[in-house]
């Protein structure tokens, strides 16, 4: 089945230790997305990808950068992680054809000591 | 800029009864809008959208929603509840016209009683 995966599903990490979210897809899609969803709270736009085309949220952390290497792959690497990034990270893709319904990834939750 | 409210941040309905969940949206343009599911540690999963064609939109799992413009509300429902329908629902709202973005609602949180 075409899909979303993210790697992995629970990450921990130490206060300022950096750290790499993976998300892969197989719905060659070109547009990938990357959402913080912290507890109880919606799902918020970090960055996105129109193919290498790379589009940052204007209040996303410097701390918060990404890298796709090719259409199936994008990463998400936080520097130094705070306690404040603890949270739930979903990777999400949508076609150029029907960029408003994307499709998530089962998210990578993020713990930080 | 484009918001959602969505009303009733847990909402408990008992198995077999009707669930409604509140969604009211604020747009200067024609908007796109959709409800989410998502299921403890998990993406989210679309339910259903609507993009301006009719007003009443079914989606997956006998859910529906029905867009009234002159409430400006989204509301989903469900005639008859079912304890696997307990989750977390987004509703968003997209302006088309101007970028791809989609913008979530808080979320509300539906509890299924036996």
């Known amino acids: 089945d075409a899909m979303v995966i993210q790697n992995p599903r629970y990450q921990v990490t130490q206060f300022g230790k950096p750290v790499t979210l993976s998300c892969s897809q197989t719905?060659?899609?070109?547009?990938m997305y990357w959402y913080q969803q912290k507890s109880s709270q919606a799902p918020k736009l970090l960055f996105h990808?129109?193919?290498?085309?790379?589009?940052n949220e204007a209040d996303t952390p410097d701390n918060f950068q990404s890298r796709r290497p090719n259409t199936s792959f994008c990463f998400l690497d936080i520097r130094s992680p705070g306690l404040g990034d603890a949270a739930m990270y979903l990777c999400a893709t949508s076609s150029l054809g029907d960029r408003l319904e994307q499709f998530f990834g089962p998210g990578t939750r993020l713990t930080v000591l | 800029a484009q918001s959602v409210t969505q009303l009733g941040s847990h909402v408990s309905v008992s198995e077999g009864a009707l669930v409604l969940l509140r969604c009211n949206y604020s747009?200067?343009?024609?908007?796109?809008l959709f409800w989410y599911v998502q299921y403890p540690n998990q993406g989210l999963q679309l339910l259903l959208k609507?993009?301006?064609?009719?007003?009443l939109v079914k989606g997956i799992n006998g859910f529906e929603a029905e867009f009234k413009k002159s409430e400006t509300s989204f509301h989903l429902t469900k005639p008859s509840a079912h304890m696997s329908d307990a989750a977390e629902y987004f509703c968003?709202?997209?302006?088309?016209?101007?970028?791809?973005?989609?913008?979530f609602g808080k979320g509300t949180r539906l509890h299924i009683l036996p």
């Open positions: 609507y993009t301006s064609a009719a007003t």
């Open positions: 747009s200067s343009v024609p908007p796109y």
């Open positions: 968003a709202v997209s302006d088309p016209w101007r970028d791809d973005k989609i913008i």
């Open positions: 719905l060659n899609h070109n547009v």
């Open positions: 990808y129109y193919d290498k085309d790379f589009n």
